[in-house]
């Protein structure tokens, strides 16, 4: 694997990594506004 490929794969993982924080917050948003089921 060269440099430029770690450099990406690293790059995607933190992209991933976020983009799941930022749907897990959205969606705790969505869930705790108005319905009181439980989410799982």
């Known amino acids: 694997m060269t ?3 770690k450099e990406r ?3 995607l993982a933190a992209a991933l990594r976020e983009n ?3 749907r ?3 969606s705790r948003a969505t869930t705790d506004e108005g ?3 439980p989410s799982d």
Do not use: S
């Open 3 to 5: 440099g430029k490929d």
């Open 9 to 11: 794969e690293e790059r």
């Open 20 to 22: 799941l924080k930022r």
């Open 24 to 26: 897990k917050a959205q």
């Open 35 to 37: 319905t009181d089921k």
